[in-house]
């Protein structure tokens, strides 16, 4: 969702965050803005509605060589996307940036009277209540802040500077991520470490309810108590190359396509083949432990939601005496749920971030129950807050949607179960097929995006006159279809839906017409034969219907048929699942919709 970064240091502070505005653009935001100052303290205050581009516009006129600036990417939570809404919010001598929401904003608003407020938002009364306690400079910036933040009910990332002391920025957090960059004679700071790249590669995570005070070459960290912090000096592990296109048209195609890459940094010395066993060290639970554990509950979001149910189907399989439940984590934060003490939770999350998942995991842990991180944001919230965890290591995920993540949550996921069911004593024959397959995927992977990439695109383009479209599957295809679904919707618009097979005849079925297409997944397996029972009903009801299996047995007369490799039986909807991401984007594509950056959508969702 929106984001922040800042410099102070000898170098163009409007260059830094103009081009750390774009790193985060990713992110999803609709307005854009940043403030600088000069030696003096003279602020120049550039906001713009839309894309960064129009922000870029202004700045072109309005170059300065201040050293010192904080800028922001918002997406609207308060008040429509436009300039006037658009942060920094001034207040005085003060402007702020801020990620998260202020709850109590109305109320802490009636008593800023003085202020002339010209925004609907909750920032600017933040930035009111700092200007409040700071007295026209009368305190320390550093103490203003912490007595506002005192006050404040919600969620924040913030950063604030003065104009009467132009050589220090503010930050703080509580439940938004915020990051410090230390360098040489620059201090920089960030919503997302990856705005930091290229700059530096040492790295400040701040913690929940910690304030930080930076210079160029000082930063003074501590608690809203006063109690100073020392600050651990973290590695930034990502690179630039993997934060660009790379000859790539978008994001989504690069990242569709280094799925057999970034699955074998998932597995990389987690899995032995000749002995058929997986080795995870991350989930930090002892042989015993893993042999207590009678309950999973899997928890996540959209994406991480769908590959959490897909690997429950998995661990059911070979996991005996053991009852998985996936949860939406929206839903299953409100509910009354009791969790056994014998249960583990696997809080599953590409960012990290994700303010659900992250409040499911808190609630979860207060009822005393262990939780295992599946993560691929190194040092977010959710991975340093789980008792242990198992990065999926993917590499950034720059796209919306969110494609390499999904698989190798799944295969992390599953590697746990299997993790689980080797401490159970289950027969090493039982699970050396899916340890084999495990350790084929990536290969399998590569051989099905080359294969399937210009088929798929022709297929595409053909179905890009529908805006109607149900995704079909059973079992372990039916998680996919819901993936895959879910994948066309976001970026091309088209009103996606998936249905288990089975439940047809309960009422999808008379959904099928003209206006429809139907996508529908058929692996070879025990329930081949009953897939293949549904498709015929569409068919005889004029269904408009594409079908993607790994067998050539299957001949049914439907529009099209997508045969994908059969190396790998047990994961054959991971395979599938391919064709589902390349379908979405080349539809996108042949709809002329953004593609990495769809409407209304942000890539990490860190409000309610
Ligand atoms: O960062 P997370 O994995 O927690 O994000 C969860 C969802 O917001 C995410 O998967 C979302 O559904 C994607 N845009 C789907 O492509």
Redesign the pocket.
Known sequence: MCGIVGYVGEKQAQDFCISGLKRLEYRGYDSAGVVTLDEKGKATLLRAKGKIANLEEKLAANKREDKIGIGHTRWATHGEPSEANAHPHQAGPIYLVHNGIIENYKELKEHLKEHKFKSETDTEVLAALVNSFYKDGKYPLMNAVVQALKLVKGTYGIAAVSTKSPDEIVVARSGSPLVIGVGHDETMLASDASALVGHTKRAIYLNDGEVARLTKNSIEIKTLNAEPVSAKVEEIETNLAAIQKGGYDHFLLKEIMEQPESLKETLRGRVNVKEGIVHLGGPGLSETELRKIKHLVIV???????AGLLAGYYIEQFTPEITVETVI?SEYRYRNAYIPKDSVALI???????AD?LACLREIKKQGVKTIGIV??IGST?AREVDGGTYVHVGPEIS????K??TS?VIAMVMFGLTIAQAKGVRPGTLKPYVEEIDKLPEAIRTTLESVRKEVESVAKKYAKYEHAVYLGRDTAYPTAMEGA??LK?ISYVDANAYAFGELKHGPLALIDDRFFEFALVPEGELYDKAVSNVQEVLARGGHMIVITNTSKFDLPVEKVIKISSDCKLFAPILMNLVAQLFAYYMTLAKGNNVDQPRN?A???TVE
């Open positions: 996540g979001c959209g994406t991480a939601y769908h984590a599953v999350s590409q960012s990290g971030e994700t998942t691929n944001a959710i919306v949607a969110s494609t993540a999904f949550q879910l994948k976001e959508l890539k990490s969702v």
